[in-house]
Nanobody, 114 residues
Framework: QVQFVESGGGLVQPGGSLRLSCAASGSTFSSTRMAWYRQAPGKQREWVGSITRGGITAYADSVKGRFTISRDNAKRAVYLQMNSLKPEDTAVYYC????????WGQGTQVTVSS
């Protein structure tokens, strides 16, 4: 079973940037469409964006133009570059399989506040 370990979160001021990383185990990673999700306090987990095995990306309207997803299949890693951060981006961020999410990792906390 594939497992995910997210990292790179922290406290950042509005307008700042962060780069999140996700390390995945499992031999099928390179053929898997991956996604980032987030869950804000008191809200349901939501999809942020996804990337195909070939690098084609899609994003939620709320982050389009500010966030960029990339992947390194050799390292079994997925990244989320977040620019122009807003307070409403505050959440725990997770990565997982885009089509059939499996077990969730611990996530990484992103807090956007002045």
């Amino acid at each position: 079973q594939v497992q995910f370990v997210e990292s790179g979160g922290g406290l950042v001021q509005p307008g700042g940037s962060l780069r999140l990383s996700c390390a995945a185990s499992g031999s099928t990673f390179s053929s898997t469409r991956m996604a980032w999700y987030r869950q804000a306090p008191g809200k349901q987990r939501e999809w942020v964006g996804s990337i195909t095995r070939g690098g084609i990306t899609a994003y939620a309207d709320s982050v389009k133009g500010r966030f960029t997803i990339s992947r390194d299949n050799a390292k079994r890693a997925v990244y989320l570059q977040m620019n122009s951060l807003k307070p409403e981006d505050t959440a725990v961020y997770y990565c997982n399989n885009a089509l059939t999410p499996g077990s969730w990792g611990q996530g990484t906390q992103v807090t956007v506040s002045s």
